[in-house]
């Protein structure tokens, strides 16, 4: 039957009935607990009567364990003290050997800075006003053989020095470290020291007293008794070493000094003699290429006359073309079937041959001249340039000697830069001079020329200016007065008003170099003329302009 059919017939549900203890059960248990409580008073008694034992036996222990600690506390303070002398000592005569390290160490530095501050840069700059020489002067003499060996001894005493001198520093390091070492022993030392004679005082009736709770241990070790000694003694034998690895290094560092002021000492000598050989070599040699100018200077002269000569000649000739050619133009304007070969055509068509074989034939013997003389010009240029380096060398050999520069007091390399100029824009003119001789065939790279050299200030005085036009348009003055531009350019030169003589120089240049490129510029026009007279097609009056501008 279902429990909403008990409720509806209004009956109660009792609970199942539980298991009960007997009687028997309950009087054993009874038993078991008093039997249980006698014997723990029984344990009690026995564990009171042990305890009383324990605590009279561990009091005399305790004692005697005090004692015995308090003995050793004072036996280790004894030994620590006597270690902490011994490492005190040690550092003292550390000290003593770091402080004449240090003084060798600045005679080290003292004479590094002296070989790099004043031989070095000494041998440097006479190397570098030997650079300074050019073309053939440029060799690897026995001068420049010897200042570089003295460069290399110097520089390898520098070496060995500084090798010595990192070898001091790193001893004198050495000798810090060992110091340092030293130090933080005797500080350990000396707190173990106050450590343990604060233990010594102490009593376990102080107020202060408490039992630790902490997780940390309280006996923690970092090293045994034999090590600690070991420690010490290591200290001790490290720093006794390092003083007599000391001692020699000190006396290797005075010899080596010594050893290297002598090399240098030696080497000087020799390329001061290697300096008196060779300026008296560069003299003779200087006097024998002036010798050999002057001739070649008068066979360029004598050259120069006769290309102007052909010049003229051809000058005229080309008179006669432009002659021959303006009766051709004139005849070519003849009307009708008057405009025939004739006998007057032939003549003139024969005469404008021969007259451009002759003109061939003397621009070839002119080309030949010019070319001639543009490698006499050159071998002249080169003579004066080799007169010009054989001076500067000389001047540079004798500046460069550190003997006579040292005597004379004297800057050699403001002297050169004073001298150098000069020498240089001499060279300079003659290569321009020799470039320029060809300007007849491409004026426009002379005026090029020209400019660039007086943008860049090639030509260092007024005067050098005029010289340097001068020789470039030596060649070019007759043409120049034989053509219509030179009208031109006289009537331009006299409107013209110049501040400076470097101004005049350059107008008369430049002025020149137009001239010759109209000049020059005349026979190919004539030509084109002629070309353009052929043409029917053209108005008489356009022939008659172009005939009057050939003219």
Sequence with gaps: MSEKYIRQQNLVLLPPEQPKYTTRDWNANNRRQNLFSLEQQALADRVISESDRIIDETKHTTEESKSEVDFRLRERIEDIQFRRDELQQQKKDAHIEEEALKVYKRRTIDAINTLREIAVPLCQKCIALREKRTGSDLVNDAVDRELRKELDVTEGGIALLEKVLEETVEQIRRLRATIYLIDRDLADKDRSIKIDAKNLELRPNQMEMKIYAGRVPLDPYNSTDEEWIMVTNRNIEATAKEISSAQPLRSYVDQLLRQVAEDIRTQVERTNAAFRERVAEMRYTKTKLENVHKETVRQVNELTRTVTRLEREIAEKEGYVALAQTRLANRSQRPGIELCRDNVYEGLKKELAALRDTIAKLDGSLVRSKATLRYLLNTQVMQEEEINLKTESLRIDELSSPGCAIESGSNP???????????????????????????????????????????????????????????????????????????????????????????????????????????????????????????????????????????
Aim: charged fraction near 15%; aromatic fraction near 14%.
């Design 413 to 551: 390399t403001t002297t050169t830069t004073r001298e150098e100029d000069g020498q240089v824009s001499v060279s300079l003119y003659s290569r321009i001079s020799s470039s320029i001789t060809s300007s007849i065939v491409v004026p426009d790279i002379s005026i090029f020329f020209i400019r660039s050299a007086l943008r860049r200030n090639w030509a260092s005085s007024s005067c050098s200016r005029f010289v340097l036009y001068a020789s470039a348009s030596s060649e070019l003055v007759f043409s120049a007065t034989t053509c219509w531009a030179s009208f031109i350019w006289a009537w331009y030169f006299s409107r013209c008003s110049f501040r400076s003589a470097a101004d005049w120089a350059d107008s008369i240049a430049l002025r020149l170099c137009i001239s010759i490129a109209c000049w020059r510029a005349t026979s190919s026009f004539s030509i084109v003329v002629t070309v353009f007279c052929r043409m029917r097609s053209f108005s008489s009056s356009f022939r008659n302009t172009t005939c009057i501008a050939s003219i």
